[in-house]
């Protein structure tokens, strides 16, 4: 496959992910500031920001609503719903033949029905309607090319920008509520404790899956080791970077070439960190410091990628 | 079906009047010709607000599979579906036979005037065509001479653009033989209007054009080079911001080829590779629809990014075909249009089946006496352009206009040629709630590999406000289905 070609449908993937990520966290957080608890709004949006990875530090404007309709609608801004989903459908474009016609229907329906004067009316009336429309949109998409598209090199990549920007995403969220959730496991269980626990984890729609496991009991260290640890759920950070590794795998397989040590490597160290470790460890150690480490990991894991199957020098790759 | 009110025959014509130009329904007296007579009843059937909701579901489906093309020089709404009318062009499989015949025959004289002004340049030494007209053509390439093209076929994808006058004959109005666009939109068109029309679709019996794109790939693999028994096809594109993207993935796809772009592509010792996530894959035949002078920055343009260095060495190598061949738009040069008649008769012996439009060359004097004193009622093409720019329609043309456009031809009066304003006939196209006549070209699409292939129809274009006689998509015009009868 053109390296072009699976840089777009990796990055076309990652917007998407980031998309979801960001209709989420915002819609928990705006059914959050329902309950006036004990964080006050202003406070909760800087932490919802930082939990997005805000590279901008979007400035305060004393109203919510008004914050809130530009992380969905502002397109110059660069977490904002809109512009992950432009620039998933501009990549999409751009590789407009490696993707099936379904996919490409559905994922230009999005970016129709989010530039729509009927979405911002929509979003007037329900915010959490028109959140859910979007994630709804995008799960379509997701199921559509998982059910049209060939499963070769082009489906792995879509695989792992996805499961990478997920990796990276929950990493973020979780390094910034440790501090207040985890630092103080003392403090004692009101029932916004409990509300901003619940929100964490559907904030990765974990919720249903962490009751499965743990039962209804929330306990911060339970929460933590779900959403890090946890081998068959597809938002824990151990199952996308099993994900990444059987990706990696099968591109290697289809491919002609071997991937070097260093790929093999990088995943391989990751994967191995989060499958032998255990909670108590890592809350015994620098917990932020460990979640970081993940998110460094990813990186690297990325430019790896990129220098192996993308921006290889040709000397390199005539020598073969 | 509905139990709505069903309309009238009569009530479903608009402002339709019937002048001297020739209307694809109607015959001069207003009857309907035969062959239309299914297609206004199945309307007349329908009840009244069907047919919007028709073309509603049509015009969605368009934007939700993307088929859009883009403007230039606007900033909102740089992408839009190609406006699309609902009703099919009919023509007769008698009509469609003669004009096979004289497109294979064009195609063929066309391709013979290439080969030859690249090598020997026998017509220009036998004096039927003037060498300063084809020499001071702004697409002659002089890299091209001597050079040996595979199967000696310069022009692999061909779209000729067809009128019909008032006495029923089609006459060519132009060749396109650089990069034609908008067969794309000739075979998505044919797939809507199977789920818009499918008992009338039926019922006419009309030919089948859905294998253009396994024709298009046989005729690329045909000018394959030698040795490359299982080569790799690629079609080569400008990227995303090119007005045809969409026909560009469109045809990849269809094809299941790869679609790339210049920066794909790396060229070593000779030898065009492609950059994969496997590493370089060779490149033997290239659908190139990035023009000549983008193409590669070593021998045209320097300052192009699209292209990619050294294809033009690695193509005279012999070591990737590239298609169409360079400096093919030397013959669709609208100068140089007007000689294809003598071109047929020098190299085929044969007079042309499918006429010329009267021209007038501008760097003749009489011919330039003549068309300035006359310009209000001639339209003036400058040679090297398409898409409906760098034109003057005289009749609907101010004072101003043809004052610059008469010291522009006194400038440079070979860039420049005139044809008398042609009424060319009008089908009619669902406008509102009513139907009403536009005018309509043709353009069939020819495919030379191994053989000349036509598929029966082509894009019938449509020029969608009242009284225009531009068709041209970036000037406004849409498109229809042409329907060829068996």
């Known amino acids: 496959m053109l390296s072009r070609v699976a840089d777009s449908l990796y990055w076309m993937s990652r917007y998407l992910e980031r998309a979801e990520n960001t209709a989420r966290q915002l819609d928990v957080t705006m059914t959050l500031m329902l309950d006036t608890g004990s964080v006050d709004v202003e406070e909760r949006w800087r932490r919802l920001l930082k939990s997005l990875g805000d590279p901008t530090e979007m400035e305060w404007s004393g109203s919510i609503d008004s914050m809130a309709r530009e992380l969905v609608f502002d397109s110059a801004y660069p977490i904002s719903v809109t512009f992950c989903v432009n620039g998933a459908r501009e990549n999409a474009r751009q590789v407009r033949e490696e993707i099936s016609s379904e996919q490409w229907q559905r994922l230009n329906r999005l970016f129709h029905q989010i530039h729509s004067p009927h979405a911002q009316a929509q979003f007037s009336n329900s915010i959490n309607e028109a959140l859910t429309s979007v994630v709804d949109g995008i799960h379509l998409f997701q199921g559509v090319g998982d059910s049209t598209m060939i499963h070769g090199q082009g489906w792995q990549f879509i695989r792992l920008g996805r499961y990478l920007e997920r990796a990276y995403a929950t990493a973020t969220m979780l390094e910034v509520y440790q501090e207040e959730l985890f630092a103080h496991p003392e403090r004692d269980h009101s029932g916004y404790q409990y509300l901003e626990l619940v929100g964490l984890l559907r904030c990765c729609t974990a919720f249903e899956g962490y009751c499965q496991v743990y039962t209804a009991d929330i306990l911060p260290d339970r929460i933590l080791e779900f959403l890090l640890l946890n081998r068959d759920f597809p938002h824990a950070i151990r199952y996308c970077v099993e994900t990444i590794r059987s990706a990696i795998d099968s591109i290697q397989h289809t491919g002609g070439r071997r991937s070097p040590d260093e790929i093999t490597a990088g995943i391989g160290r990751l994967h191995a960190m989060l499958s032998f470790a255990t ?42 | 079906m509905s139990a709505g009110h069903s309309m009238e025959l009569d009530s479903l014509y608009g402002d339709y009047p019937l002048d001297h130009a020739f209307d694809e329904m109607r015959e001069a007296d207003g009857t309907l010709r035969p062959y239309y007579r299914a297609l206004a009843e199945n309307l007349a059937s329908l009840p009244a607000d069907e047919l919007q909701r028709r073309k509603q579901a049509a015009e969605l489906s368009f934007l939700n599979q993307g088929i859009t093309f883009t403007v230039y020089g606007r900033d909102e709404g740089t992408e839009r579906i190609f406006p699309y009318d609902l009703l099919p062009r009919l023509i007769t499989g008698a009509e469609w036979d003669r004009i096979e015949l004289g497109l294979t025959q064009r195609i063929t004289a066309l391709n013979l005037f290439l080969r030859d002004v690249y090598s020997d340049a026998k017509i220009l030494a036998d004096k039927i065509i003037p060498s300063e007209l084809v020499y001071s053509c702004k697409h002659y390439r002089r890299q091209m001479r001597g050079l040996q093209v595979p199967r000696n076929v310069y022009i692999a ?11 029923g004959e089609f006459v060519v109005l132009e060749d396109n033989l650089r990069v034609p ?21 039926q019922s006419y019996g009309v030919r089948p054009i859905e294998h253009y794109s396994q024709l298009l790939l046989a005729t690329l693999r045909s000018l394959a080079p030698e040795g490359r028994p299982e080569p790799n096809i690629v079609l080569l594109t400008p990227g995303v911001f090119n007005s045809a993207y969409f026909e560009h993935t469109y045809l990849a796809r269809q094809m299941g080829i790869d679609l790339v772009e210049g920066r794909d592509l790396v060229t070593h010792d000779n030898i065009v590779y492609m950059r994969t996530t496997d590493g370089l894959k060779r490149v033997d035949v290239i659908y190139r629809r990035v023009d000549d002078d983008f193409s590669d920055p070593l021998v045209f343009r320097s300052d192009s990014a699209l292209g990619c260095a050294g294809l033009f060495n690695a193509y005279r190598a012999g070591n990737v075909t590239v298609t169409n061949a360079f400096g093919t738009g030397l013959a669709d040069d609208k100068a140089v249009y007007a000689y294809v008649p003598d071109m047929i008769k020098y190299y085929l012996n044969e007079d042309s089946i499918l006429p010329n439009v009267k021209t007038f060359l501008l760097s003749e004097d009489k011919d330039r006496q003549h068309v300035l004193a006359n310009l209000d009622k001639l339209v003036v093409k400058a040679v090297g352009e398409s898409g409906g720019y760098g034109m003057l329609i005289g009749p609907q043309s101010s004072a101003k206009q043809r004052e610059e456009f008469a010291r522009q031809i006194e400038a440079n009066p070979r860039n420049y040629i005139a044809q008398p304003t042609l009424d060319f006939s009008r089908a009619p196209c669902l406008i509102g709630n009513r139907l009403e006549p536009r005018h309509v070209d043709l353009r069939p699409y020819v495919l030379f590999g191994d053989r000349i292939n036509i598929v029966p129809g082509g894009l019938t274009r449509v020029a969608l406000e009242k009284g225009s006689l531009v068709v041209n998509s970036s000037q406004g015009g849409g498109s229809k289905d042409t329907w060829v009868l068996q």
Do not use: W
Not at chain 1, 293 to 299: A, H, S, V
């Open chain 2, 157 to 167: 994808v061909v779209g000729s653009d067809l009128l019909r006058l008032n006495t």
């Open chain 1, 279 to 320: 909670i108590e460890e890592i809350l015994t150690g620098d917990t932020a410091a460990f979640l970081h480490n993940i998110r460094e990991q990813c990186l690297r894991i990325h430019e790896l990628i990129y220098r192996y199957y993308v921006h290889y020098s040709i000397q390199s790759a005539l020598a073969v």
């Open chain 2, 181 to 201: 666009s908008g067969v794309s939109y000739m075979l998505t068109n044919r797939r809507i209007m199977k789920r818009t029309f499918p008992q009338l679709f």
